[in-house]
């Protein structure tokens, strides 16, 4: 790392992302759409975030972007002191690898291996052998060391993403993004997985983003931020359920009555 580099990452140290006027376009002509129309957030090490917005918002967009999975148009994201956008496709490989977590609604586990594999890929994938004492660490605080030769198949929804959990935390990432972790869960599995998620960042400092369209798995976080039509209109700190539900029905109706940009292509 060299000098300049070492300073901007400790001015900028205490967040783990931040964007700067972000624009993301798709398309030309009559068939473009700006899907994120400068967004400009930080989000702080050892905070809980969510995104909510109405379909075609722009969440996934900001969520591909901000992890590195996308490039943006325009602006800035940096990423645990890094600026993305003078990266390459290997560099942008590396950093989501080795600092970045992600889960998914549908769980992403690997059906052919066990729980401690799943667990372990992250340093497969880095050319590296699973750190035993790593995989267990991460297993014990999931909850899952009696399970670690199942496979995802004979494990319970909330059980498999649990270990996507432990798979997102193992390589200690600077960030994990989570793309509706519970909506193919049921209630109680629901609470239990969030409950998982908030203690990673209470307990471990561990920074989240997640997106959802869940107000009660949106109050896990510390603070819930809206999206609509490419923008961050509004936010809540400390949030329950019943408020965000409540921004959340106003947010569509709004969003229904502005023109254009939703009504050309599939965002709903
Ligand atoms: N690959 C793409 N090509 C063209 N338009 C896209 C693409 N991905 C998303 N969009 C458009 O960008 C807008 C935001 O989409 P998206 O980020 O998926 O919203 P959300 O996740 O909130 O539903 C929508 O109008 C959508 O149709
Ligand atoms: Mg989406």
Redesign the pocket.
Known sequence: MNKNQDRWTSVNGADAVRLDDVR?T??RGE?R?E??RGVTMSFPRGSFTAVM????????????CAAGLDVSSSGSVVLDGKELGGMNENQLTRLRRERVGFIFQAFNLMPALNVEQNVGLPFRLAGRRPDRSSVMEVLSRVGLVERRKHLPSELSGGQQQRVAIARALIMRPAVIFADEPTGALDTQTTIEVLQLLRETVTNGGQTIIM?THDPVAASAAHRVLF?AD?QFIGELEAPTADVVAERMTHLTAWQQTRPT??T????F
Do not use: I
């Open positions: 993301k798709y398309g068939n759409v899907a994120l917005g109405p379909s075609g918002s722009g969440k996934s967009t900001f969520l591909h997106v999206l490419g940009q939703y050309g292509r599939g965002g």
